[in-house]
């Protein structure tokens, strides 16, 4: 099957720093690609929603301004935690589907392995 | 809000057959099912997607009745390596519609 990227796996940082992780997918153009966010013990809860080329669509309770997303091919879109805290720290994973070219013939949802943030 | 209902937690031993139900009561008609394992640290990973009646891959069965309002994963012979959580999902295939997750199901596997 397609799959998706990140980098980096892992990263340990100050509070106050920004971080950026990467998404890519490595065998398929990804018209759409999506963050999500998990505590430990908890759930992925959906973060925003990235089209190539325009401004991601955030879902309600996450600040733009805190985690900037770009997407700047159909294989690459980055996650910025800005000014991060310790309360930001968890598992970042992205996921990505395909248009017509991509996928399996149910435009299959593909995920990353995650991205384990630490913020001291 | 998540679409699904599964139950919490199961245990199994190995070489048994584990069933997962899922109810979705407000499934769309363009959804589809779609089940997710999850091991700690890692991305989810695709196991099974269906519409309507029975599909059957190479790891697992996926059971829809006629009315599509519930579905159960059906893993054969399950061994220790099947611990993890899954996913039960319903959504559109359209590209720029993201899945929803609810809480899964963690299942353990015990020799």
């Known amino acids: 099957g397609a799959v998706v990227s990140q980098h980096p796996s892992r990263v340990i940082c100050k509070s106050g720093t920004s971080v950026k992780i990467e998404c890519r997918s490595l065998?398929?153009?990804?018209?759409?690609m999506f963050w999500y966010r998990q505590f430990p013990k908890q759930s992925l809860m959906l973060m925003a929603t990235?089209?190539?080329?325009?401004?991601?669509?955030?879902e309600q309770g996450v600040e733009k301004d805190k985690f900037l997303i770009n997407h700047a091919s159909l294989t690459l879109s980055t996650l910025t935690v800005t000014s991060a805290h310790p309360e930001d720290s968890s598992f970042y994973i992205c996921?990505?589907?395909?248009?017509?070219?991509?996928?399996?013939?149910?435009?299959?949802?593909?995920f990353g392995p995650g991205t384990r943030l630490t913020v001291l | 809000l998540a679409k699904t209902t599964q139950p919490i937690s199961m245990d199994s031993y190995e070489g048994q057959e584990v069933n997962i139900t899922c109810s979705h009561n407000?499934?769309?008609?363009?959804?589809?099912i779609t089940w997710y394992q999850q091991f700690p640290s890692q991305g989810p990973r695709f196991i099974i997607q269906?519409?309507?009646t029975k599909v059957t891959n190479e790891v697992a069965s996926l059971f829809i009745p006629a009315d599509r309002k519930s579905s159960t994963l059906s893993l054969p012979r399950v061994s220790l390596s099947d611990t993890a959580v899954y996913y039960c999902?319903?959504?559109?295939?359209?590209?720029?519609?993201?899945?929803?997750f609810g809480k899964g199901t963690t299942l353990s596997v015990s020799s």
């Open positions: 065998d398929f153009q990804a018209t759409t």
């Open positions: 269906g519409y309507k």
């Open positions: 996921s990505a589907r395909g248009g017509l070219a991509g996928g399996n013939s149910y435009n299959e949802q593909f």
């Open positions: 999902l319903v959504g559109d295939n359209q590209a720029g519609t993201a899945l929803i």
């Open positions: 407000n499934i769309a008609t363009n959804d589809y």
């Open positions: 990235s089209n190539e080329g325009s401004k991601a669509t955030y």
